[in-house]
C-alpha cells in the first residue's frame, strides 16, 4: 500500500522542501562550496528551487509509471526514497549545524568551512547516485514489461 502511490511522497516532500527553504532560508543566503581554489556560490533558494523542481519531476516519473500499470522493483524504489529524501534532509542538517552551531567561523582554530563544503559536496553528489538508481529501476521496469509483452504475443 505504501508503495503504490510513491509519487504524492515526493510533492509532499517537494512542498516542504520549498517552504521550509524559503522561510528558513530567505532570497539572501547563499552556499558557497570550495574545492581547492574554487568557490562555488549558489543562492540559497535557487538550490531550494531546483530540489523542488527535481522532486516533482521524479514524483512525475512515478505517477506515470503508475498510471500506465508498470511494477518497478520495490528494493530500488525504497533505495531511491532513502538516499533522495536522506541526502536533502541531511544537507538541510549540515547547512544549518554549519551556519548556526559553528561558533565563530571568523576565527581561525575554529573555521571549519572545508568540512562543511567536503560534507555538502559528498550530500550533494550522493543524492545523484540516488537519481542514478531511479533510471535504473525506470529502465530495467520498462525492459521487463517489453519482454513480458513479447513473451504473451509468441
Known sequence: MML?????????????IYISGFIYYGT???IDINIHD???VM???NLMTLLTLTLIFIGFGYWIFFKFT??????LIFIHILISIGSILSFILVQIYFDNINPNPNFPLFNDSSNG????L??????LV??????INLIISLIRKSINQINRKS
Open 4 to 16: 503504490t502511490k510513491i509519487h504524492t511522497y515526493f510533492w509532499i516532500a517537494a512542498a516542504i
Open 28 to 30: 539572501e543566503s547563499v
Open 38 to 40: 574554487t568557490y562555488y
Open 43 to 45: 543562492s540559497c533558494f
Open 70 to 75: 508498470i511494477q518497478l522493483y520495490k528494493l
Open 117 to 120: 563544503s567536503i560534507a555538502l
Open 122 to 127: 559528498t550530500i550533494v553528489l550522493l543524492f
Open 130 to 135: 540516488g537519481q542514478l538508481i531511479f533510471i
